[in-house]
């Protein structure tokens, strides 16, 4: 038995061995460098092959560069861009040689002595494509050429490897100033200008030829991204982005001997003009375009993309009701107007947005008097405040977070609060006392009745009850922008930024029982190549549908006898909420039926639209308010919108009336009459709908005193003001007692 154990072991070893032998035979270095050399042959036998078969194509000139179609929803034509190409050519002899040195310096420091190429770029730009990163690379001037004067931008290996062919066949062919004319004659600057002349008279109303060193930087920088880096329209980032680039081309230049040390400390950085708008853009369709462009940018096609043409771009607007939004701003508000003769007219801008409430879809907007005229669009802006628009979201943080008062009752519409004007609020390490809308006050008032007549020190109580901290999470879940809104009781005024936009898709949310809304104005963009469907925005729930309902419920008491009653009529059913910013810089109207959201908003601008001024005195009719020219405006256009009104009805769920505290003790004599002013009993309070509230009459003297019962403790209005504290600004509303200024709603 061990012999024959020996010999099967020696056989086993003698198999490892050969099987290993083998694998050494198989895979010597010999073979392995044989086989790199062999693939890197076949990989260069396999590029001369296609250097031979590529040519150098004819221009894809421009001559077969397409107008872009801009429709409404049902199909009808709304605009056209680019039936011609804003492109004229120049010689290279035109361009100061410092401005030429600019895009080299930008784009290629090696351009003057690479073959045309760069293969490592190249390499990674097919490696991203490969990989779904779209079309990012290094290329370099000449293969940039090349994709724009003879080929396409789609981002796919073959035009890549056709662009690394032309672009050595083109490097040979063309001197480096003939290659370097085409490149900045055909690229895109952004603002519609394809070409540096266009750019120059875009960007800095000049030809290209009085162009100096600053400016070109700044153009050879927008190539880069010429939507992100345009100053006029660019984010804080966008800017400080396009300052880096452009400094980054100052410094090539100098380190390529093309521009002196000295000479660089000088430079500073060329702001450029304003951007004029196209011709055909009059009214509202620049507008419109442009709020499309804005959201074609965000679902991945370009400026660049758009500028080559041949796009058909279908809205999401209803091009009767965005012609009924018009008729109704003209009738309420512009035929009131005189621009020409009163200097208050003059500073007035409205914007408006009205959206699906269940779908986002924007249905008609309304951008100013004419894009031509007034290049902002004031129903995207998001510089002035929402005002009292924002009371609800309090209301709606309140009953989500299931907050309570301070002597501890749960928060709901029949919750009485103490609505004295000035009243500082209990609870906060920030003083608060706002000044209630003509220092009215009110003495104990219901929630209900508190937002139908805006009360001021009721919800500025209410948000230090929820905490400010608290809010403002709700507020972003509804869709309010974080712009300008700190985590402080003042934010109560709505005194952070937001569009008419903005708000709508939040109002939407509510009438929406709280699942998210999100406005949108593109229904689909299709090429000949391609067709893109817009992302669909994500539907969450907000907040609980208890929550938004009962918000609901509360506007339908500020439309039915409140400070909204201008928008109430018996065609259809309304929810709805004026705002009236501090010093009346802003007036709104935000509301809604079951089918249709709308916000509309006036913002007083001074004509060189640098300073925010006050509405007072618009068509002399004394102070602008949300329950005025925003209300009556917002009422026309839904009553047109709706066909002369709709049946359809809230369907609300689970409407909090929170706790009600028991009837004060007798202080009056059975003959007496209730004071105008006072708070009714629970039994008189209504159980169902708050159009049922009893009105409120205004009281022409101060109410008595609230009793103990009421939440929270009242505070006597005779209370001495505080002084602004410490770190809190004496600019924001509201931040001391009585605000500063003439208080908002």
């Known amino acids: 038995m061990g012999r024959a154990d020996a010999r099967r072991a020696q056989a086993r070893e003698s198999r490892r061995a050969a099987k290993s032998g083998g694998i050494r035979r198989l895979f010597t270095w010999k073979k392995l460098l044989g ?16 250097y031979l078969y590529v040519d150098v194509p004819a221009p894809n000139v421009l001559a077969e ?17 680019n039936s011609g190409v804003n492109r004229q050519i120049v010689d290279l002899a035109q361009v100061p040689k410092q401005v030429q040195h600019t895009f080299v310096a930008a784009e290629n420091k090696t351009f003057y002595k690479d073959q045309g190429v760069d293969l490592k770029g190249t390499t990674r730009g097919l490696v991203n494509t490969l990989s779904g990163k779209g079309k990012q690379g290094g290329s370099t001037i000449t293969q940039q050429y090349v994709k724009n004067f003879y080929l396409t931008q789609d981002p796919t290996i073959s035009r890549k490897l056709q662009e690394l062919v ?39 109303g000049i030809d290209a030829k009085e162009l100096n060193v600053s400016q070109g930087a700044y153009l050879a920088s927008l190539l880069q991204a010429p939507s992100q880096y345009d100053w006029a329209t660019a984010t804080d980032t966008g800017k400080r982005l396009v300052k880096d680039r452009w400094a980054y081309t100052l410094r090539n230049m100098v380190e390529m001997g093309w521009l002196e040390e000295s000479e660089r400390a000088q430079q500073e950085f060329p702001v450029p003009d304003k951007p004029k708008p196209a011709q055909g853009m009059e009214g509202q369709s620049g507008y419109l ?13 370009s400026a660049e993309d758009r500028e080559a043409g041949g796009w058909t771009f279908t809205l999401t607007i209803d091009k009767k009701r965005q012609q009924q939004l018009e008729k109704s701003v003209d009738k309420e508000l512009e035929s009131q107007l005189d621009r020409e003769g009163n200097k208050v007219d003059a500073t007035v801008q409205a914007g408006a947005t009205s959206v699906d409430p269940k779908t986002g879809k924007v249905l008609a907007m309304y951008g100013g008097e004419d894009y031509v005229k007034h290049y902002v669009n004031n129903a995207t802006r998001q510089d002035y405040q929402p005002a009292s628009t924002f009371k609800p979201l309090v209301l709606a943080a309140a009953l989500e977070n299931e907050s309570e008062t301070q002597d501890g009752s749960r928060i709901g519409l029949d919750t009485v609060y103490d609505g004295t004007s000035k009243r500082p609020v209990v609870g906060s390490d920030t003083p608060f006392s706002p000044q209630n809308e003509d220092d009215r006050s009110y003495g104990p008032i219901s929630v209900q009745k508190a937002m139908n007549s805006s009360v001021n020190s009721v919800f500025a109580q209410m948000i230090v009850d929820v905490t400010p901290a608290a809010t403002k999470r709700t507020a972003l879940a509804l869709g309010v922008p974080d712009k300008n809104f700190p985590e402080r009781p003042a934010v109560t005024l709505g005194t952070m930024n937001a569009s008419t936009w903005d708000m709508a898709g939040v109002y939407a949310t509510l009438a929406n029982h709280g699942r998210k809304v999100t406005p949108h104005i593109l229904e689909s963009a299709e090429h000949r190549d391609r067709t893109v469907k817009p992302e669909a925005p994500r539907k969450e729930q907000a907040i609980s549908r208890a929550s938004a309902d009962t918000v609901t419920s509360a506007l339908t008491g500020v439309v039915d006898e409140g400070s909204g009653s201008a928008a109430d009529t018996s065609a259809y059913e309304a929810a709805g909420k004026t705002g009236t910013s501090e010093e009346n810089k802003s007036a709104w109207f935000a509301g809604y039926t079951p089918e249709l959201t709308t916000v509309v908003a006036l913002f007083g601008e001074s004509p060189d639209g640098g300073r925010q001024v006050s509405l007072t005195g618009t068509a002399n009719s004394g102070r602008a308010n949300g329950g005025g020219f925003p209300a ?26 929170g706790e009600v505290p028991p009837p004060p003790a007798p ?39 609230a009793p103990p019962t009421i939440t929270p403790p009242t505070v006597p209005s005779t209370t001495p003001e505080l002084p602004p504290q410490p770190g809190e600004s004496d600019g924001q509303p509201g931040e001391r007692p009585g605000g500063a200024g003439v208080p908002g709603e």
């Not at 560069?65 to 861009?81: F, I, P």
């Not at 003939?178 to 750019?199: D, V, W």
């Not at 309070?685 to 009893?694: C, L």
């Open 166 to 204: 032309i672009s050595l066949k083109v490097d040979q062919k063309q001197s480096k100033d003939q290659i370097l004319a085409g490149y900045i004659n055909t690229a895109y600057y952004g603002r519609g200008a394809s070409g540096i002349q266009a750019a120059a008279q875009a960007y800095y």
């Open 65 to 81: 560069r397409q107008s872009n179609v801009y429709k409404y929803s049902d199909g009808t034509v709304l605009a056209r861009s």
């Open 289 to 301: 375009v442009e709020a499309v462009n804005k959201e074609l940018d965000k679902q991945g096609i």
């Open 632 to 657: 009556r405006i917002w009422a026309d256009y839904t009553l047109g919108a709706l066909d002369g009104g709709s049946d359809a009805r809230f369907d609300l769920q689970d409407v909090e009336r």
């Open 35 to 50: 086989t790199f050399f062999g693939i890197v042959l076949l990989g260069m036998g396999a590029f001369g092959a296609l």
């Open 667 to 705: 202080s009056r004599t059975p003959s007496e009459e209730p004071s105008p002013s006072e708070e009714p009993s629970p039994s008189q309070t209504p159980s169902q709908t708050p159009s049922e509230t009893p009105s409120e009459t205004p009281s022409s003297s101060p109410p008595p005193s």
